[in-house]
């Protein structure tokens, strides 16, 4: 015999006679009624127990945690709340659990709680359906690019080039940090590193994706990112998960299009597949709603959230109309922003993003054309000399979901900026290469992949959508 899971048996309308079935108990009532769990479902299956047949010595073992192993027969439910069991005929326990110290007891739990006993929170209903829902993206995003035609590329994790030029990287050496080799300036000489130069771990796979986009034409990265900003906030992780595309011959207005679409189809397909889990994340959400005051409490449901972001354009606004809108909002002019934006040029802070999109606009946002000096150097400048061709996606509750932008393409224009903003040209000459060699209009976007699985399951903490975050002084399991 097979086993089955849990999701199947629940989905089976007929009966069996000859089930056999592994997971863990939830709970055990009356000496009778097993809750089961094996992951595979957001529900338990109730396996009853013949407590008259069955050894007091394992009854006993019978524990909230435990590992257990069950043959029985598949018949319609007698009681309420479910419409099958299982009728033991035979249990063994696999792997004992101690109730009195077993952390996940069946009663609600804070995620601070939960977050330093990561690794048995997925045995809870809140995290089983938040890791569940984030495999069906990582799945649903594959599907969306192998469907359209792009290749997916490895991106080197330790790099010797900083991407995005901020410089909040860690640093990847076997060098003895007591002692390391000088050079003659008493500076750390890396030429005698591991890698013969300084290398850390990356921030972002995108200059080495547009190599491969202007060879394969369509492909796109998703793997590890990594960025040493001591910035502990809600939204923000020290390792995360990043989607990058990158296309060859492609604008600005076609990585406006391409990443719209993408993000509609990929909450889509949850919304499609994964209806169990978001409906429990909605019910869970309605409830912590209902603890705030009512000026607090948000407007749609998750679902209603969902929804409203496949079914609406996301508006387009130019970076300078975005400054003209909070120039004369009522909270600038209040004073009540922490920055006010008084002239054009200013760096948008999380505050005014989320004023454009959760106040003023009420949907997605894609802001554009940024001015040149607060974005990367590789983004490519307008005709107007002072903004480049970026585009950030703003979501509500999120903030910044994507930052993308159409690539320099000329090569005397990037150099001149690279020599601006005092970056080595020898150190990227394999990324200038590229301008000279077959150049072309392309671009790309960066998708957080923590941030999408935040607005997909209505989590309000980046560390709750991570199996084990890594923060500022934080690296436990
Ligand atoms: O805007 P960013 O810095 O863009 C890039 O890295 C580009 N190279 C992308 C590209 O054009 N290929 O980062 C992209 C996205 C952000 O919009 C945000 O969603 C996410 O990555 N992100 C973070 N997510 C979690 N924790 C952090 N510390 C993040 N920093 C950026
Ligand atoms: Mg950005």
């Not at 076997?174 to 750390?188: C, I, R, S």
């Not at 906030?233 to 989607?243: D, P, V, Y």
């Not at 959760?358 to 002072?386: Q, S, T, W």
């Not at 970056?423 to 976007?445: C, M, P, Q």
Request: with cysteine.
């Amino acid at each position: 015999m097979t086993l089955h899971t849990v999701s199947e048996l629940l989905s089976n309308n007929n009966k069996l006679p000859e089930v056999e079935i592994k997971g863990w108990v939830r709970t055990f009532r009356a000496n009778r009624f097993i809750a089961l769990n094996d992951g595979s479902s957001l529900n338990n299956i109730q396996c009853v127990v013949d407590f008259e047949q069955t050894d007091e010595s394992v009854l006993k073992r019978i524990t909230t945690g435990a590992a257990v192993h069950i043959k029985g027969e598949l018949v319609e439910s007698q009681g309420k709340g479910q419409k099958v069991e299982i009728i033991v005929k035979s249990i063994a326990i696999l792997g004992d659990s101690d109730p009195e110290t077993y952390p996940i007891q069946p009663k609600k739990h804070s995620f601070e709680f939960l977050r330093e006993n990561a690794h048995l929170r997925t045995r809870t209903n809140t995290f089983s359906a938040v890791m569940r829902l984030r495999s069906a993206l990582s799945f649903a995003i594959h599907k969306y690019f192998n469907d359209n035609g792009f290749f997916y590329m490895h991106a080197p994790i330790v790099t010797g080039s900083d991407a995005e030029g901020a410089g909040e990287m860690f640093r990847v050496s076997n060098l003895d940090a007591k002692n390391p080799p000088l050079t003659k300036e008493g500076k750390v000489d890396f030429s005698k590193d591991f890698f013969g130069k300084e290398t850390n771990l990356t921030v972002s796979g995108q200059l080495e994706a547009e190599t491969y986009a202007m060879s394969l034409g369509k492909v796109y990265t998703f793997g590890p990112t990594f960025r040493a900003e001591n910035s502990n906030t809600s939204r923000h992780l020290a390792e995360f998960w990043m989607i990058e595309p990158e296309v060859a011959f492609m604008d600005l207005a076609g990585n406006m299009d391409l990443a719209e679409d993408f993000l509609k189809y990929v909450l889509k397909y949850v919304l499609t597949n994964n209806r169990e889990d978001l409906d429990f994340l909605e019910s869970r959400l309605l409830d912590e709603e209902k603890t705030k005051p009512q000026a607090e409490r948000s407007e749609m449901s998750l679902i209603e959230k969902l929804d409203f972001v496949i079914d609406n354009n996301f508006k387009r606004v130019s970076y300078t109309e975005a400054i003209d809108i909070l120039r004369n909002s009522t909270p600038n002019k209040k004073k009540k922003f922490k920055y006010i934006i008084n002239e054009w040029g200013a760096d948008l802070q999380s505050e005014h993003e989320r004023f454009l999109v959760e106040k003023h606009f009420k949907c997605p946002v894609i802001l554009f054309d940024y001015p040149a000096n607060i974005k990367a150097f590789y983004m490519r400048l307008n005709e107007d000399g002072k903004t480049v061709r970026a585009m950030d996606i703003l979501f509500p509750g999120i903030g910044e979901m994507v930052g993308g932008s159409q690539r320099e393409e000329r090569l005397e224009v990037l150099k001149e900026k690279m020599a601006a903003l005092d970056i080595d040209e020898k150190e990227l000459w394999w990324y200038l290469d590229l301008r000279k060699y077959g150049t072309a209009v392309h671009s790309g976007f960066g998708l957080g992949f923590e941030r999408l699985v935040m607005f997909a399951t209505g989590m309000t903490n980046i560390r709750d959508v991570i199996p084990f975050p890594r923060t500022p002084q934080n690296a436990e399991f």
